[in-house]
């Protein structure tokens, strides 16, 4: 079954985003216009203290705030074929990617980690959406793919936040087929009887909505999340009529009969700990901000039979460090290594 | 070959084309008024020049060509292959829940001595169907009862066979309301999990999500100038170029055609057409995409259930792995 025969390395990841903002700095909510302290906004996970709206919110920076003490392994995901299809349109796609690489810091549209979410051993994927708009191509499908098959090795559940604005048209078809591919991932899960939660996030479109998204054994979405196949103008362009208020916002689905909550963000994980433990049939959990967990050891962080590359980068590269301090450089150095390590081991 | 006299449905680029045969036929229409005028010469040497034109014109056609092609009104349908290649066919309706969504049509068939279902969609052929069939743009209903027919072929154990022609799923509001995306996502996910031999022919246009819910195959052909994308160029075109009459370029970029699919693994084969496209010559089209369903479920006879399911799931995990050089 597995088709990746490049292992997969997890490690310890610094909970501190790359690029610090400074402190004395203020952002205005999109919808309501209040001017926000920075800290106050990101204290509250970037959900507007005034009216509630929900900004977008890093996969990294919910990770922190998901993970107990902000502690979690980044699981590697292969690295597909670069620009499978030569594809350039006004730029360069391997230029758009570099692009949105320096932008944000990340490899890619999906990040992937294991951890312990109140004492509840998970493995979580996050759709980023400031990459690329979160689109699906070959790498989110390999890492839904990773994520299920740690998902299913270490016996746990998978809590997936989709962020897209669908499928990444500079993948062609090879984006389309992330389709069935992610289905596949799925598939595995439910199989191995591990429960799959979707939270579905502002804006969930397209393919994603119309794959993986929407294969959760519970749905929930954040408040007045898009979340649509079809997008709004598409269809007004089409039926020529104007939409009801609300049309394809997360509470409308949830009328709908779509989803089955609707939870801001600052609960999610309250929520998430409680119908997950109920799932796997744990007793309830101490709710709250639990410390971080004992630092996994290595022979708990590594999966079986690591190639030699892969060992040399862990004695080389970052000890994992239970306690970051502020200003700790994230692993970033280390996630290309890693990813260079499965190149080799494959 | 089946020439269709009078042709009414040129492409643009076909226009050139279009004026000879038009000479020809207005010469021979002519002579059949008047006895005394010997034209067949005059016309025979126009003929020829049409087809040499016409072989030009379709040696090396461009994507956004075959995209016309596998749009053109007169090409084959679902409803033209189920009609001509299948026996006893028995339409089945509905998805149990809300409607029966006439842009799918399917039910039980046999192909030769063998029970199968057939279901794919249907663009219809004039105003009345086209609208009927809401030009093959199926509703939640259409992809929901994809999924009960094919747990049909999965309970009895018969093979089966999809024919696509979509541009989409239908981008409308009752559609929404209804879990358009649901309705996809669980087409497909039936698709990969039923334990039968499953073919799927892209006669036409194959566009994006709509078309993969039934496109999730053991076996993937396409029709020579049949087309298979994530967007439609235009589409591509508005988001990417900011400008929709850039499909040409768009339709280049996405490598929609059969040739670039098999070249990335996704269409397993490519059905050749007739010269000038599958509606220069339906009945020879239809024939063809006949021997190849038989052909391709030949290769899958004897299998387990076990084996179909896992050799469909890995193909699918391991598309893309090598770009263009699969
Ligand atoms: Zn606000």
Redesign the interface.
């Known amino acids: 079954m597995n088709?990746i025969t490049n292992y997969v390395r997890p490690r310890i990841n610094s909970i501190f985003s790359r690029r610090e903002v400074p402190e004395n700095l203020w952002s205005k909510c999109d919808e309501c216009g209040t001017m926000l302290f920075h800290r106050e906004l990101s204290d509250n996970l970037n959900v507007c203290t005034h009216c509630g709206h929900h900004m977008q919110i890093s996969p990294r920076a919910r990770f922190k705030a998901l993970f107990d003490g902000g502690i979690f392994h980044e699981i590697a995901v292969p690295a597909?074929?670069t620009?499978?299809?030569?594809?350039?349109?006004?730029k360069r796609y391997p230029d758009r990617l570099k692009a949105a690489q320096k932008a944000t810091g990340e490899k890619e549209a999906m990040l992937v980690a294991e951890g312990e979410m109140g004492r509840t051993p998970i493995v979580a994927a996050a759709q980023d959406f400031s990459f690329m708009g979160g689109s699906m191509g070959?790498y989110v499908?390999n890492a839904i793919?990773a994520a299920a098959e740690r998902a299913v090795e270490r016996k746990r559940p998978l809590i997936l936040f989709s962020a897209a604005g669908g499928?990444r048209?500079?993948?062609?078809?090879?984006?389309?087929?992330q389709?069935?591919?992610s289905?596949?991932a799925?598939?595995m899960l439910k199989e191995a009887g591990l429960p799959y939660i979707v939270v579905l996030t502002h804006p969930t479109t397209?393919?994603v909505?119309?794959?993986?998204?929407?294969?959760g054994d519970v749905q929930i979405a954040e408040p007045n999340a898009l979340?649509?196949?079809?997008g709004p103008r598409?269809?007004e362009q089409?039926?020529r009529?104007k939409?009801p208020e609300g049309?394809?916002r997360a509470e409308y689905l949830l009328d709908?009969?779509?989803l089955d909550r609707v939870t801001p963000r600052p609960q999610m994980r309250d929520e998430l700990i409680t119908v997950t433990r109920m799932l796997l049939g744990m007793p309830p959990a101490v709710k709250g901000n639990l410390p971080a967990p004992a630092p996994i050891t290595e022979a708990e962080a590594e999966t079986p039979e690591p190639s030699e590359s892969a060992k040399a980068q862990v004695k080389g590269g970052e000890a994992p460090s239970p306690t970051p301090k502020a200003g700790d450089k994230p692993a970033a150095k280390g996630a290309n290594a890693a990813a260079k390590g499965e190149k080799t081991a494959k | 070959m089946e020439r269709v006299p009078g042709m009414t449905n040129y492409l643009d680029f076909e226009k050139p084309l279009a004026e000879i045969e038009g000479k020809a036929e207005e010469l021979r229409a002519m002579a059949r008024q008047n006895e005394d005028m010997d034209v067949e010469e005059e016309a025979k040497a126009l003929d020829k020049k049409a087809g040499d034109m016409l072989r030009d014109l379709y040696k090396g056609l461009t994507p956004w060509r075959k995209c016309q092609v596998a749009r053109h009104p007169d090409r084959p349908h679902c409803k033209d292959y189920i009609e001509a290649l299948f026996t006893d066919f028995t339409p089945l309706a509905g998805d149990r829940n809300f409607a029966d969504d006439l842009a799918v049509m399917g039910g039980l068939a046999r192909l030769g001595d063998r029970p199968v279902v057939v279901l794919g969609q249907e663009k219809g052929h004039d105003t009345k169907s086209r609208i009927e069939r809401n030009f093959g743009m199926a509703r939640p209903e259409g992809y929901r009862k994809a999924i009960r027919l094919m747990d049909l072929a999965d309970r009895f154990n018969l093979p089966l066979i999809t024919l696509v022609d979509t541009t989409g799923a239908y981008p409308g509001k009752g559609a929404e309301e209804r879990g358009q995306s649901e309705a996809i996502a669980r087409s497909t996910e039936k698709c990969l999990a039923i334990g039968v031999p499953s073919v799927t022919v892209i006669i036409g246009e194959g566009g994006s999500g709509g078309a993969v819910a039934f496109a999730t195959a053991n076996r993937v052909a396409m029709l020579e100038h049949a087309v298979y994308s994530v967007i439609s160029p235009e589409g591509c075109a508005s988001i990417l170029w900011k400008d929709s009459e850039k499909m040409r370029e768009a339709a280049e970029a996405l490598r929609l055609t059969a040739q670039d699919l098999s070249k990335l693994a996704v269409c397993d084969r490519v059905i050749p057409e007739p010269l000038g496209g599958a509606h220069r010559d339906r009945t020879a089209t239809i024939a063809a995409v006949g021997t190849a369903l038989e052909e391709m479920l030949a290769e899958m006879d004897g299998k387990s259930r076990k084996e179909l399911v896992s050799a469909r799931r890995k193909k699918f995990l391991d598309m893309g792995s090598k770009g263009l050089a699969a």
């Open positions: 088709w597909p074929v620009d499978p299809l030569h594809f350039r349109d006004q070959m499908g793919i499928a048209m500079q993948e062609g078809i090879l984006s389309l087929m389709m069935p591919r289905t596949v799925i598939q397209g393919g909505t119309a794959s993986y998204a929407m294969l979340i649509c196949f079809a598409v269809i089409t039926i009529e939409l049309f394809q709908h009969g779509m």
